[in-house]
């Protein structure tokens, strides 16, 4: 949760969805910090293939958008207009409430603003394909896991032979 310091709840205050110009989440939350009571920009981290490999990144949960709690009559047009903004998010002209109990939900799932996809486990038997290494693309059957969710054993099918052991780390595989 991001908050000005000093900042009291009025009851004029209402959550807002903020629309942001693309990979400017962050920097107009910096700003909103200064002007509104409190926003909200949940963040993800998830997996996601980098250079042939399966890596950790942490980006918004909503790219473009984040949430602001603010009063339209003071902060409307220092708002709309800031830099990086696109608008608040409207049906027709006027600006949609957020219910707080949506910002809350979210807040729930998220661990210090970042709620974490963690992939689903490999079962045995399962088909999947190598993405590297000298048996990329190959398609293997998963046996097992061997210490942890880093190294496993799968089984290839190689040409002229039944199936072949392989340990590997769990990163180089993919559904």
């Given amino acids: 949760m991001e908050s000005r310091a000093g900042a ?11 629309r942001t110009k693309p990979g400017k989440e962050r920097w107009v939350r910096d700003q909103l910090v200064e ?7 949940p963040m993800l981290k998830a997996q996601v293939p980098r250079w042939g490999r ?14 602001a709690r603010l009063s ?8 709309k207009y800031m830099a990086g903004v696109q608008g608040l998010v409207c049906a027709g002209m006027e600006p949609v409430l957020v219910e707080a ?36 693309d190959f398609e293997a ?15 290839l099918n190689a040409v002229g032979a039944g199936g072949i052991r392989v340990v590997t780390d769990a990163s180089s595989l993919a559904r």
């Fill in 141 to 155: 059957i998963f046996e097992r896991y061997l210490s942890g969710e880093e190294r496993v054993a799968i089984l």
């Fill in 35 to 41: 002007l509104v009571p409190e926003t909200f920009l």
């Fill in 8 to 18: 009291t709840p009025e009851a004029s205050h209402f959550w807002y969805l903020i």
């Fill in 101 to 136: 109990e949506v910002v809350e939900s979210i807040r729930v799932r998220a661990v210090g603003g970042v709620v974490e996809i963690r992939p689903r486990p490999f079962v045995t038997g399962e088909r999947l394909r190598i993405t590297t290494g000298p048996f990329r």
């Fill in 54 to 67: 399966l890596a950790w990144s942490t980006a918004p949960l909503f790219p473009c958008y984040l949430f």
């Fill in 72 to 79: 339209l009559r003071e902060h409307y047009f220092d708002v």
